[in-house]
């Protein structure tokens, strides 16, 4: 890392560019946004950009990720729900399905924020660029790393910029720090290539689970009290849905499929698949309620972790973050809590005075906090799956966990919390909830979600 802290640069205005952008304000004397898209476009399915295609799909920030986002934003959880988003406790205002064992209601202490990836994200955005020392320059493609030298060794002094509009040819934007967070599709891998440096290795999970989801005119009590109902998947049933309350007067449901199962593709399949998850409930106030948006689908065909942290070499002056480290299942929705978390870190990292370079310390801590996140997800994947000895393992003692969750209020806010990272999942390896699981019956095989050629698996 350079000693100069006059300029960083964050490639990606997503919710981890966003974060990371207010976090290096406190210490660089000038940051620069650059995306890709322009801030005001939005897409005809209801999404915020098209650089983030999973925008109209359901997104929670639950406790852990209001308590880090407090931290870079204060203030920001009164005004989302001054603005329209919905407040919840989960343990005792949503209905949660897993493997077919309903967890008993109780409170567990995990708060949400109900809203849309767009409402967030626009009131993240809003006060990013009010900070004094932040400019945005949008509409603006990376054409590449610009480097005081060739090949390994060489560090990163700036990047590239054109406009996505063409025009008058490229321009340099010098900066001490080069910040990649533009998602899953990042190009830092790409990057050190080209500089002589191997690519980070890279941890794997086979998800292929696709999204139907569309947004509907509800009040927040359509259900009661409930202002959630989460149904997961399982070996013979690879689908599962979402029912969410979101701003302002609308509800958010989000139907998943895995492998060749596949959810819904038009407005008119949305009911007939829905029906074969949903409760009667639920699919009463569906078949009433007002569609506002086109149905939009969106597929995750894998898990990836990027491990930086096992790198010897890393350029002076480049980072990656976000989904650009670690992007898991968004079923688990770990991202925007992974986003602000990672953050958080690197403002600690560069808050450190030492001969390390900043890379090292990053990559090391981010590695350690994204860890829980990829393994429930991993966990969570595998109880879907009877392929591999480990992964009818780790599926097996989920599913067990899961049938004791059910029957015991206790282990039910263990399991939750844990879910949600506002306690540790070692909590979850205890001696009573081992008995617990020891105590229930394994669920007889059924074929693995990869399976079956119907699309609908009905």
Same mark, same amino acid.
């Given at each position: 890392?350079?000693?100069?802290?006059?300029?960083?640069?964050?490639?990606?205005?997503?919710?981890?560019?966003?974060?990371?952008?207010?976090?290096?304000?406190?210490?660089?004397? +000038?940051?620069?946004?650059?995306?890709?898209?322009?801030?005001?476009?939005?897409?005809?399915?209801?999404?915020?950009?098209?650089?983030?295609?999973?925008?109209?799909? $359901?997104?929670?920030?639950?406790?852990?990720?209001?308590?880090?986002?407090?931290?870079?934003?204060?203030?920001?959880?009164?005004?989302?729900?001054?603005?329209?988003?919905?407040?919840?406790?989960?343990?005792?205002?949503?209905?949660?399905?897993?493997?077919?064992?309903?967890?008993?209601? +109780?409170? !567990?202490? $995990?708060?949400?924020?109900? !809203?849309?990836?767009?409402?967030?994200?626009?009131?993240? +955005?809003?006060?990013?660029?009010?900070?004094?020392?932040?400019?945005?320059?949008?509409?603006?493609?990376?054409?590449?790393? $610009?480097?005081?030298?060739?090949?390994?060794?060489?560090?990163?002094?700036?990047?590239?910029?054109?406009?996505?509009?063409?025009?008058?040819?490229?321009?340099?934007?010098?900066?001490?720090?080069?910040?990649?967070?533009?998602?899953?599709?990042?190009?830092?891998?790409?990057?050190?290539?080209?500089?002589?440096?191997?690519?980070?290795?890279?941890?794997?999970?086979?998800?292929?689970?696709?999204?139907?989801?569309?947004?509907?005119?509800?009040?927040?009590?359509?259900?009661?009290?409930?202002?959630?109902?989460?149904?997961?998947?399982?070996?013979?049933?690879?689908?599962?849905?979402?029912?969410?309350?979101?701003?302002?007067?609308?509800?958010?449901?989000?139907?998943?499929?895995?492998?060749?199962?596949?959810?819904?593709?038009?407005?008119?399949?949305?009911?007939?698949?829905?029906?074969?998850?949903?409760?009667?409930?639920?699919?009463?106030?569906?078949?009433?309620?007002?569609?506002?948006?086109?149905?939009?689908?969106?597929?995750?065909?894998?898990?990836?972790?990027?491990?930086?942290?096992?790198?010897?070499?890393?350029?002076?002056?480049?980072?990656?973050?976000?989904?650009?480290?670690?992007? $898991?299942?968004?079923?688990?929705?770990?991202?925007?809590?992974?986003?602000?978390?990672?953050?958080?870190?690197?403002?600690?990292?560069?808050?450190?005075?030492? !001969?390390?370079?900043?890379?090292?310390?990053?990559?090391?801590?981010?590695?350690?906090?994204?860890?829980?996140?990829?393994?429930?997800?991993?966990?969570?994947?595998?109880?879907?799956?009877?392929?591999?000895?480990?992964?009818?393992?780790?599926?097996?003692?989920?599913?067990?966990?899961?049938?004791?969750?059910?029957?015991?209020?206790?282990?039910?806010?263990?399991?939750?919390?844990?879910?949600?990272?506002?306690?540790?999942?070692?909590?979850?390896?205890?001696?009573?909830?081992?008995?617990?699981?020891?105590?229930?019956?394994?669920?007889?095989?059924?074929?693995?979600?990869?399976?079956?050629?119907?699309?609908?698996?009905?």
């Amino acid at each position: 890392m350079p000693a100069t802290r006059d300029h960083a640069v964050v490639l990606g205005a997503g919710i981890a560019g966003l974060c990371t952008a207010a976090v290096l304000t406190r210490h660089f004397a +000038r940051v620069t946004l650059v995306e890709r898209d322009r801030i005001t476009e939005r897409r005809a399915d209801g999404g915020d950009r098209r650089g983030v295609p999973q925008s109209p799909h $359901v997104h929670t920030v639950l406790t852990h990720a209001v308590q880090q986002m407090e931290q870079l934003f204060p203030g920001l959880t009164g005004q989302c729900l001054a603005d329209g988003a919905v407040g919840a406790e989960l343990g005792t205002q949503s209905r949660i399905t897993y493997h077919g064992h309903t967890l008993p209601q +109780r409170f !567990a202490g $995990v708060d949400a924020i109900m !809203a849309s990836r767009p409402f967030l994200e626009t009131r993240l +955005r809003e006060r990013t660029l009010r900070l004094t020392s932040l400019s945005l320059r949008d509409g603006a493609e990376i054409t590449g790393l $610009v480097t005081d030298g060739t090949g390994r060794g060489a560090a990163v002094r700036g990047v590239g910029l054109c406009s996505r509009t063409g025009g008058s040819g490229g321009e340099v934007l010098e900066a001490d720090l080069v910040v990649d967070a533009m998602g899953r599709g990042a190009r830092s891998g790409a990057w050190l290539e080209q500089l002589g440096y191997p690519r980070a290795p890279e941890e794997r999970t086979r998800i292929d689970v696709t999204y139907a989801s569309r947004h509907f005119a509800l009040p927040p009590d359509a259900l009661g009290s409930d202002r959630a109902v989460m149904i997961g998947a399982t070996s013979s049933r690879p689908r599962g849905m979402v029912f969410a309350a979101q701003e302002n007067g609308s509800w958010v449901v989000s139907l998943h499929a895995y492998g060749r199962c596949r959810p819904p593709t038009t407005d008119e399949e949305l009911l007939d698949f829905a029906a074969t998850i949903a409760p009667p409930d639920v699919m009463n106030v569906l078949r009433h309620a007002e569609p506002l948006d086109p149905l939009a689908v969106y597929r995750f065909p894998c898990g990836i972790r990027r491990r930086y942290d096992r790198l010897k070499h890393f350029p002076e002056g480049l980072l990656a973050i976000g989904d650009a480290l670690c992007s $898991v299942n968004p079923v688990y929705g770990a991202g925007i809590s992974l986003a602000a978390r990672e953050a958080l870190l690197l403002g600690d990292c560069l808050a450190q005075e030492g !001969a390390e370079p900043v890379a090292r310390r990053f990559f090391s801590c981010a590695h350690h906090a994204t860890r829980p996140a990829w393994w429930l997800s991993k966990i969570g994947d595998y109880s879907l799956v009877r392929e591999g000895f480990s992964a009818r393992l780790l599926g097996s003692s989920f599913r067990r966990l899961m049938a004791a969750a059910a029957s015991d209020p206790t282990t039910a806010s263990a399991v939750l919390r844990s879910l949600a990272f506002v306690d540790s999942p070692l909590g979850l390896v205890r001696p009573r909830i081992l008995r617990q699981m020891l105590h229930q019956r394994e669920p007889s095989a059924g074929p693995p979600h990869a399976g079956g050629a119907d699309r609908r698996c009905g």
